[in-house]
C-alpha cells in the first residue's frame, strides 16, 4: 500500500509541475500503474461530477463571450475608484462575489490590476488588498452553487440526505466571515507604501511611471446585462431545486418512485442556460469556447478525470486496510481529516480534485457528513506554496513591489491571509453545525 501511495504522490506532484492538463493525464499513469502493475481493479470514472462541470463552464463561457464578466469588472472598477481609500476591505468582497457567480476563481484576473492601481494612486499599500482579494476568489469556491468543489462534495454527501442549502447555509457565512477577518488584519500588513524600500527604489529608478489601467466599456451592454441575468436566474434555479426536494421530477421505475438526482438538474439548467444566452445575445458558440473561463474549467475537468479516478481506484482497492490503520485516530480527532485535506489539496492545486480524491476516505471513516461540511474550506490550501496562477498575477501586477514571494519561499504575501481566512471559516462551520 505504501508503495502504491508513493506512486500516486509522484503522479500528482509531476503533474502539478507540469500544469494545465498535466494534473490530468499524470492521474492517467497513476492508474496505470496502479491497474497494471500492482492488479487494483479501477473504480467507475467520475461521470457525473465532469458533466456538471462540463455544463456550468459552458454556460459561464457563453455569459463571457456575451459580455457578462467584462460588464461585472467594469462595475467593479467603479466601485474600487469611488472609494479608493478602502481598496483593502472592498476588494476581497469584489472578487469573493465575482467567484460566486462564476464558479471559478479564473475571473478575478480581470480586477486585480485595477486593485493594484487603486492601491498604489492611494498609497496604499498595493500587497494588502491583493493578498486577501486573491485569498477571497479562493474562499468562495467552497461557497459557490455551481463550483466543481461543491458539485462534487454534493454528490459524495446525496446518500446522507444533504441537500445544496444544508452545504451553503454552512459555508457561505463561514468562509465570507473569515475572508473580512483577514481583510481587517492585512490593513495592517508591512511598512506604509511610502516607506518601504523596494517602492522607493522603483519610484527613483522612475519605473513606476504613469502606465494606467482603463477596463473597456462593453460594447453591447444589453448582451451583457442579459448573459449576466440569465445566468444568475439558472444559479438560484438550482440553489432552489437544491433546497427543497419537493420541487424535483419524480418518475416511476420497476414500481418505484425515483427522484430527480441533482447531477442531471444542474446538467440541464446550465446547459439550457448556456443555449438561452447564445439565443437571446446572438454570440457564436465558438467566441464561447475560445475564451479564458472554457479553457480554466476543461483543465479542471480533465484534472478530476485523472486525479480522481487514480485517487479512487487507491482508496477502493486499500480501504480495508487504510480504515483499520486511522479510523480510531480520526474518529477521536476528526480536525485530523481536515489537515490531511488541507495538505492534499497544497499537492492537487484544485478543490475539485481534493474532494474527489480524499472526501470518499472521510465518508469511509465514518465522519459526520456535517462534520465534513464544516471541514470542506480546508481544500482552500493551494495559496501555501506561492505558484498558482492568481497568485503569480497578483505578484506581477503590483508594479511596486509589496506584493511578492519572501526570502524562505513559505513568507509570502498570500500566507497570512490564506491561513487567517481557511483557520476561521473552518472554526466557524465547526461552531455552525453545532446547531
Known sequence: MILQLLFVLTAIIIGARLGGIGLGVMGGVGLGVLTFGFGLQPTAPPIDVMLMIAAVISAAACMQAAGGLDYMVKLAERLLRKHPSRVTLLSPLVTYLFTFVAGTGHVAYSILPVIAEV??????????????????????????????????????????????????????????????????????????????????????????????????????????????????????????????????????????????????????????????????????????????????????????????????????????QLTASIEGIVQQMPWLFGLALFVMSILLYSQAATVRALMPLGVALGISPYMLIALFPAVNGYFFIPNYPTVVAAINFDRTGTTRIGKYVLNHSFMMPGLVSTAVAIALGLLFIQF
Open 119 to 320: 492601491a498604489t494612486d492611494t498609497k496604499i499599500r498595493p500587497e494588502r488588498p491583493l493578498g486577501i482579494a486573491v485569498i477571497a476568489s479562493q474562499q468562495a469556491i467552497t461557497a459557490s452553487p455551481i463550483s466543481a468543489a461543491t458539485v462534487a462534495l454534493l454528490g459524495l454527501l446525496a446518500g446522507f440526505d444533504i441537500t445544496l442549502f444544508d452545504i451553503l447555509k454552512i459555508t457561505i457565512p463561514a468562509t465570507l466571515i473569515g475572508v473580512l477577518v483577514g481583510a481587517f488584519l492585512s490593513l495592517r500588513v508591512g511598512k506604509e507604501l511610502t516607506d518601504d524600500p523596494e517602492y522607493q527604489k522603483r519610484l527613483k529608478e522612475g519605473m513606476l511611471g504613469e502606465k494606467r489601467v482603463e477596463i473597456k466599456d462593453v460594447k453591447d451592454r444589453l448582451s451583457a446585462v442579459v448573459s449576466v441575468c440569465v445566468f444568475v436566474a439558472a444559479t438560484l434555479l438550482i440553489v432552489l431545486f437544491g433546497s427543497v426536494e419537493g420541487l424535483r421530477p419524480t418518475f416511476s421505475a420497476s414500481g418505484e418512485t425515483v427522484t430527480l438526482g441533482m447531477s442531471a438538474i444542474i446538467e440541464i439548467i446550465m446547459l439550457s442556460a448556456a443555449a438561452v444566452i447564445l439565443l437571446l445575445t446572438r454570440t457564436d458558440g465558438i467566441k464561447a469556447a475560445q475564451g479564458s473561463v472554457f479553457s480554466a474549467g476543461m483543465q479542471a475537468v480533465i484534472a478530476i478525470f485523472g486525479i480522481a479516478w487514480m485517487g479512487d481506484t487507491f482508496l477502493q482497492g486499500n480501504m480495508t
